[in-house]
């Protein structure tokens, strides 16, 4: 099972809803199953969740001193992905999430304020040799601020090109438990989010080359 941790200094960058965004549109994908874990206090993840219709992806309720233990037990229930969701603050709570991530996504806002704020996130996964990558939230259409943002945050890891912009119908799709996918599957709100898992699949999700060998090595040792 592969594991996505959200995470960020800054509250506001769209954790939650790229959580449950990414999340839906996994689902949707030939990979398996897919859970969401809620770490953050204030639930806003859970309480999406609670008031979607569809059964998946999955919720899984834990605290963060079983999380290993949970994943691990999600891992033999046959998951395929789990996406993690975690406070905006930076405590050591949040370093043993990250320590368990195949790939740490740090979203930020192209605002001064928030490109300062992603170092010490950035620390704790270099800190735990976690890899990570940057993804661009609530842009506006055709800033020059996020371009210089991009070029920024590209001097200190992967930047995803998928810019999630500040649409209303991201913020009105989480009302009651839907995706921009499910509200409008033809929007440009939509493709970034399609974009945006594809960037992410990428990094956490073996290549079929890899496959092939990994096959071939098994049939080798047996």
């Known amino acids: 099972m592969k594991i996505l941790v959200l995470a960020s200094q800054k509250g506001g960058a ?5 959580a449950a965004h990414l999340a839906v549109a996994a689902s949707s994908k030939n990979i398996g199953p897919v859970v969401l874990l809620d770490t953050d206090p204030q639930g806003s993840l859970s309480a999406w969740w609670n008031s979607r219709e569809e059964s998946e ?6 605290k963060l ?10 891992d033999e229930a046959g998951f395929a992905l789990a996406v ?18 195949d790939l740490v996504l740090i979203p930020t806002r192209p605002s001064p304020h928030d490109l300062r704020a992603v170092g010490s996130t950035v620390d704790i996964a270099i800190e735990n040799s976690r890899p990570f990558a940057f993804v661009v939230t609530q842009a506006k259409s055709n800033a020059k601020l996020t371009v210089q943002a991009m070029a920024a945050l590209s001097e200190h890891g992967p930047v995803a090109k998928a810019i999630v912009h500040d649409r209303v119908d991201f913020a009105s799709s989480m009302v009651d ?8 599957p ?33 049939k080798e040792v047996f």
């Open 57 to 62: 992806p999955a919720l899984a309720s834990t």
């Open 65 to 74: 001193g079983e999380l290993e233990a949970k994943l691990m037990a999600l």
């Open 177 to 184: 438990g839907r995706t921009v996918m499910e509200i409008a």
């Open 84 to 101: 993690i969701d975690t406070p905006p603050a930076i405590t050591s709570a949040i370093k043993e999430v990250v320590k368990l991530a």
């Open 14 to 18: 769209g954790k939650t809803t790229l």
């Open 186 to 218: 033809k929007s440009k709100s939509s493709d970034e989010v399609w974009n945006l898992l594809d960037f992410v699949l990428a990094r956490i999700l073996p290549s079929k080359k890899e496959n092939k060998k990994e096959k071939k090595k098994a």
